[in-house]
C-alpha cells in the first residue's frame, strides 16, 4: 500500500507556471506506475498525465502535451508535474495516483490503485 500527499497547487495567472509535487509513503514507491490526474469545476475526472516504474516512457493528454511534463525520483520518492503556459482551462483539482505493476516501461490513463487528496491550482485570466 502507498499513501499520497500533493503539494504546490495555488492560484497563479495565465501564462505562468506551477510545479506540483506528490510524496509517497513506504518503501516501493518504484514498484508503482504514477499518474496525474484534475477534477474541473462542473466536469469529471480527466487524465493529465503518466509514468512508467522506471520513469522511462510518458504519457499526455492532448490538452496539456508540450505544456506539462511529468517526471519522478525513485529515491526519493516523489513524482512532479511542472505546468507551463498555463490557462484558465486548467483551473481543477490535481491528483496523483500510483497503479501497481509488474512493468517497467508501461505507462497508464486508467486503472490506478491509490490517490492522493488533491491540490487546486486556479489559474486566472
Do not use: H
Not at 30 to 57: C, N
Not at 113 to 125: A, F, K, L, M
Request: glycine share 14%; net charge positive.
Amino acid at each position: 500500500q502507498v499513501q499520497l500527499v500533493e503539494s504546490g497547487g495555488g492560484l497563479v495567472q495565465a501564462g505562468g507556471s506551477l510545479k506540483l509535487s506528490c510524496a509517497a509513503s513506504g518503501r516501493t514507491f518504484s514498484s508503482y506506475a504514477m499518474g496525474w490526474f484534475r477534477l474541473p469545476p462542473g466536469k469529471e475526472r480527466e487524465f493529465i498525465a503518466a509514468i512508467s516504474k522506471s520513469g522511462g516512457s510518458t504519457g499526455y493528454a492532448d490538452s496539456v502535451k508540450g505544456r506539462f511534463t511529468i517526471s519522478r525520483d525513485n529515491g526519493k520518492n516523489t513524482v512532479a508535474l511542472q505546468m507551463n503556459s498555463l490557462n484558465p482551462e486548467d483551473t481543477a483539482v490535481y491528483y496523483c495516483a500510483a497503479r501497481g505493476t509488474y512493468s517497467s516501461t508501461n505507462y497508464y490513463t486508467r486503472g490506478y490503485d491509490y490517490w492522493g487528496q488533491g491540490t487546486q491550482v486556479t489559474v486566472s485570466s
